[in-house]
T-cell receptor
């Protein structure tokens, strides 16, 4: 059975800290790994990674994929209270299987 | 100008009733999805449609029946509601299979 495991499950940091969120996977027909941020409602798309070793960056957020070791990390530098959310990792598949398999998420709380 | 919109936002009903949730996307995407998010925030795929055609049905009870009248709409009808159906149901869409999915704000279904 396909597995997507995120760690830690939850994290509390102070504003200004740097955090690293982890996602490991065991799936057949891997195509891509995606990160989403979920605040109160809809998960919003952050990154899609398909190639190993190439960092994707958006402001204070960055992410990288290791297809040999089957994991990805999401880094957030200089955290702000607005970064408080659940961060979801998901795996996409090759072929016509258009679904995403999600991990259980990491709940991040940034305090003042 | 919401991209993926679901109605209703909240649905409170009795066990045994039948209910429907509607989803519309104005992004011109070909593929639409239904996900279920449980109380622990775990998101799981239920159905996927590509250009009105069902392509994924993930071991969902027969009481759940999706319908796609056109590629901009994907509705979900649920018969004989059970307590375990209480969850947040998310609709999503993507331009093509394998591309990032955009989520609606969810419908919170509560069964009394």
């Amino acid at each position: 059975e396909d597995k997507v495991v995120q760690s830690p499950l939850s994290l509390v940091v102070h504003e200004g800290d740097t955090v690293t969120l982890n996602c490991s996977y065991e799936v057949t027909n891997f195509r891509s790994l995606l990160w989403y941020k979920q605040e109160k409602k809809a998960p919003t798309f952050l990154f899609m990674l398909t190639s190993s070793g190439i960092e994707k960056k958006s402001g204070r957020l960055s992410s990288i994929l290791d297809k040999k070791e089957l994991f990805s990390i999401l880094n957030i530098t200089a955290t702000q209270t607005g970064d408080s959310a659940i961060y979801l990792c998901a795996v996409g598949y090759t072929g016509t299987a258009s679904k995403l398999t999600f991990g259980t998420g990491t709940r991040l709380q940034v305090t003042l | 100008d919401t991209a993926v919109s679901q109605t209703p936002k909240y649905l409170v009903t009795q066990m045994g009733n039948d209910k429907s949730i509607k989803c519309e996307q104005n992004l011109g995407h070909d593929t639409m999805y239904w996900y279920k998010q449980d109380s622990k925030k775990f998101l799981k795929i239920m159905f996927s449609y590509n250009n009105k055609e069902l392509i994924i049905n993930e071991t969902v009870p027969n009481r759940f029946s999706p319908k796609s009248p056109d590629k901009a709409h994907l509705n979900l009808h649920i018969n004989s509601l059970e307590l375990g159906d209480s969850a947040v149901y998310f609709c999503a869409s993507s331009p093509l299979i394998g591309q990032p999915q955009h989520f609606g704000d969810g419908t919170r279904l509560s069964i009394l």
